[in-house]
């Protein structure tokens, strides 16, 4: 089981940025894949970028490409989503979630979510 904590949302406006992190504990297998999630009010959670562990290879949403860029410190069980360039339509709950091995699947293990508000 992994324990992940998320920091860094907040409110900007139309076009800003924000970075938004997540710290990993517990049992981070080097094969399971790092998400970022997201739910708006009223809808469903949905997927935004995800990172293997292990080599760094990424995934994004096609809503988010060119303007979020997921990383990680494989040192400090660390995981940041910078995101620029953002849209109302970005506002949401941010989780991050991993124990899955395949890209763009949610695993079992979520933090409890930092709301992101962007507004016009």
């Known amino acids: 089981q992994v324990q992940l904590v998320e920091s860094g949302g907040g409110s900007v406006q139309t076009g800003e940025s924000l970075t938004l992190f997540c710290a990993a504990s517990?049992?981070?297998?080097?094969?399971?894949?790092m998400n970022w999630f997201r739910q708006a009010p009223g809808g469903e959670r949905e997927f935004v970028a995800g990172?293997?562990?292990?080599?760094?290879?990424?995934f994004y949403a096609d809503s988010v490409k060119g303007r979020f860029t997921i990383s990680r410190d494989y040192g400090k069980n660390t995981m940041t989503l910078q995101m620029n360039s953002l849209k109302p339509e970005d506002t949401a709950v941010y989780f991050c979630?991993?124990?899955?091995?395949?890209?763009?699947?949610?695993?079992?293990?979520w933090g409890r979510g930092t709301q992101v508000t962007v507004s016009s």
């Open positions: 979630n991993t124990g899955s091995i395949i890209p763009t699947t949610w695993g079992p293990d």
């Open positions: 517990g049992t981070l297998r080097s094969n399971y894949v």
């Open positions: 990172i293997i562990w292990r080599d760094g290879e990424t």
